[in-house]
């Protein structure tokens, strides 16, 4: 196997034509680095992320919510044990979805520390340009960059191991909170397909109801009581509630549909440890690769239990819980899938593109 000395957009790993393994080499932690990241944690809280967006998230996801209790479970289910098992799941998933879409918020990503350098002497994976073979520098942080590192144009900063910058938590996810974001958007689309499922139940429930007798209304409104039609207070009453349920379902469909198609996306990448830059760095190297007649292998893909565990850690109990904690490592150096195919003791450089 071997990789083209070609250009793209992402690290290509280099092997011999003998078949010789040459893993990159990446720069190590001194002992002034650790203390540096000490004041860079990328645990640090920081609230001036909240903006208007964000507060915008935060109320869409309160008034879906609270449509589908007030507007669907109760008045429908009631109390009975479908009401509150279908009342327990929803508001488990979105309070654990709401928790972690605000570790997103105020979670730093991860920055790089002021005095990190790579050690070329370090038995680890080192990125370098490609045209030079120098080590990476941010021209515009004027610091080194570790591998996976890119400048954020938004936050105007170097992110570790940086996959976007998502508008809606005005944050980028990196790092530190790439966890807590694959997390929000497994809760969030659990929540989001149970809603529209009640929302359409309760849709069909109605119109059945409504066509066997139209002398009477649903039963609507918090409290689950039947409405007669000649009360006008109540029509009207009842005539919020579908007005509501109507808007809660137009804003649900395309949302969950969208939800979705983003968690199966982001899966997709989570299983072969990449980020969005870095699969679409790939996409060119792949196809520069077929074109030279060689072949093109992520540097990081650790296989499916490594890559699950590189992003979720090592304890299968709390892969599902989320936490303030990092993810595993220091965000300055990770392992790479070479390990695995050609031995701990291969070396050689990670090739960054031209002109990065």
């Known amino acids: 196997m071997s990789s083209p000395n070609i250009r793209q957009k992402s690290p290509v790993p280099r092997v011999s034509p003998s078949g010789g393994g040459h893993l990159a080499r990446q720069p190590s932690l001194t002992a002034a680095s650790a203390a540096s990241r000490v004041d860079d944690s990328t645990s640090t809280i920081s609230l001036r992320r909240l903006n208007c967006t964000v507060f915008g998230v935060l109320g869409l996801i309160a008034f879906i919510y609270t449509t589908v209790v007030l507007c669907v479970i109760v008045p429908w289910l009631s109390y009975s044990v479908p ?13 654990i979805a709401l928790y972690c879409f605000l570790l ?26 490609r045209k030079s073979g120098e080590a990476r520098f941010c021209q515009k942080c004027g610091r080194h960059k570790p591998p996976r590192a890119h400048h954020c144009r938004v936050c105007r900063r170097c992110v570790l191991r940086m996959d976007h910058h998502c508008p809606w938590i005005n944050n980028c996810v990196g790092h530190a909170n790439y966890k807590a974001f694959m997390l929000f958007l497994i809760y969030i689309t659990a929540a989001a397909v149970h809603a529209l499922g009640l929302l359409c139940g309760h849709a069909l429930y109605w119109m059945r109801m409504h066509a066997e007798n139209r002398q009477h209304s649903i039963r609507t409104g918090p409290g689950g009581t ?5 009360a006008e207070a109540s029509l009207h009453r009842s005539l919020v509630w579908a007005i509501m349920q109507t808007v809660c379902t137009g804003i649900s469909l395309p949302l969950t549909i969208g939800l979705v198609m983003l968690l199966i996306w982001n899966l997709h990448l989570a299983l ?43 304890s299968l109990a709390t892969w599902f819980v989320p936490t303030r904690a990092a993810a595993e490592g220091d965000g300055l150096s990770y392992p790479s899938g070479w390990h695995v195919e050609f031995g701990r003791s291969a070396q050689g450089l990670l090739r960054e593109p031209l002109g990065l």
């Not at 105020?106 to 520390?113: A, F, I, N, Q, T």
């Not at 039947?226 to 000649?230: L, P």
């Not at 650790?302 to 590189?310: D, E």
């Open 83 to 95: 009401g509150v098992l279908n009342l327990g799941f929803l508001t488990i998933d979105t309070g």
């Open 104 to 129: 997103c918020v105020v979670l730093d990503p991860g920055s790089v520390p002021v005095d990190y350098s790579p050690d070329p002497e370090a038995n680890t994976v080192l990125q370098v340009k």
């Open 226 to 230: 039947a409405v007669g039609t000649s």
């Open 272 to 314: 072969h440890n990449k980020t969005t830059i870095e699969f679409h760095e790939g996409v060119t190297a792949k196809i520069q690769a077929n074109k030279a007649g060689t072949s093109y292998k992520h540097p990081y893909d650790l296989g499916l239990c490594g890559n699950l565990h590189a992003i979720c850690g090592d």
